[in-house]
């Protein structure tokens, strides 16, 4: 992919969202560490893959924000492309890694029963590695509109996605239905999370069908990382508040 100049203000902003993601990957890590024996033994593991999934995103981060420096020096007025490539494989490395351990933390902390669990696991992680394969083609192939393969490979990207969301939705829903009062409102605010933080990746997908190519770069760059903060450290909050919530009413105390 080319990279178009930018302005100093667009250069900075994805530098700094870049950076900001790096503390919120590490601190909500840390968070999740410490806050992780205040939850009884079986709702454990959710908190660990969180911490897990943290980690993962801000090792990348790490490596993007070194790649995203590498990638521009400054001429004149304004950042032009120094011809070391921006690598865009980290965000989907991480993407492969971290996507379905948040989906099998989810369905643990929704009692699936036992003889669906594994099946229901296996098929989202399958979807999760077709919706990022496909996503990944689209987004080097250095396409521009949705007749060419950026939009081609995004839609089948979307397939695969529809079928995670609606699994999740649907046993979210499920799991909810016999709560009430904080725990319900807790399943209900982490349904929403997941439809409005998911939902934003295929949108910012699409700015470069309606942008020119630099907002375009500023904007896929940004969009991802706030969503992959709010996805990532968002979630683990509640993912953990729904593990704490779940085992105060079982009675459990920290010992
Ligand atoms: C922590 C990272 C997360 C939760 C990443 C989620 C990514 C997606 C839901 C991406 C979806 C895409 C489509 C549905 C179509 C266009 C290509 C993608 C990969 C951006």
Redesign the pocket.
Known sequence: MELPMLTVGEYSLVYNMLSFCIASMVFSGLFFIIAKDRVAPQYRMSVILSTIVVGI?GYHYFRIFGSWEAAYVMEGANYVASGTPFNDAYRYMD?LL??PL?VVELLLLCSVAAERKSGLIFNTVVATVL??V??YL??TSGGTSLTDARGIF?FL??LP?VYIVWVLWNEVTVAMADKDGHLKILYRNIRFLLIF??GY??I??MAPFIMDAAAATVNVQVGYTI??VA??AGYGCLIYAIAKAKSDEEGYAMA
Do not use: I, R
């Open positions: 995103a993407w971290t996507v948040l919706m990022l496909f996503g689209g987004e995004g990207s979307t996605f933080t998911w990746y295929p910012v997908y969503a992959d996805a990532k």
